[in-house]
């Protein structure tokens, strides 16, 4: 059988895909609440909203899955600033948890099943 791309590393791009939307809008939610200086908003949001876009090409290394959580606590750590990201934060937070526990098994899943394939095509 072929390899496939790991699940895991595919649904934890697209959670930070959609999170690098969510920090885009966050960060013109606290421009236009002026919560600080317009370049140290933009400075701060548009990084992070461009590392949640760059580090899925980090996450087949173990540090891209820290680079992911520390981006996660990021965004719910905002919430001092911008409160509702506290509520937006956690569902993101848990979205990250589903994706990581959810790829992992169906990873583990498929290797099993290519295990058992390939056991069978053997015999």
């Keep these: 059988m072929r390899n496939s791309r790991s699940t895991k590393r ?3 791009s697209i959670v930070l895909g959609f999170e690098s939307f969510v920090i885009f809008f966050a960060t013109l939610a606290a421009f236009g609440l002026k919560l600080a200086d317009p370049e140290w908003v933009f400075g701060v949001g548009l990084s992070f909203a461009l590392l949640s876009i760059l580090t ?5 290394k173990p ?6 959580w520390a981006i996660q606590a990021a965004v719910f750590v905002s ?15 848990g979205m990250w948890i589903w994706a990581l526990v959810a790829g992992s098994t169906i990873d583990r899943a498929r290797a099993n099943y290519q295990k058992l394939m390939s056991e069978e095509n053997n015999d």
């Design 56 to 60: 899925p090409a980090f996450l087949s």
């Design 10 to 12: 595919s649904l934890a």
């Design 79 to 93: 919430g001092f600033w911008l409160w509702g990201m506290f509520i937006i934060g956690a569902i993101l937070i």
């Design 63 to 68: 540090i891209g899955y820290w680079i992911g």
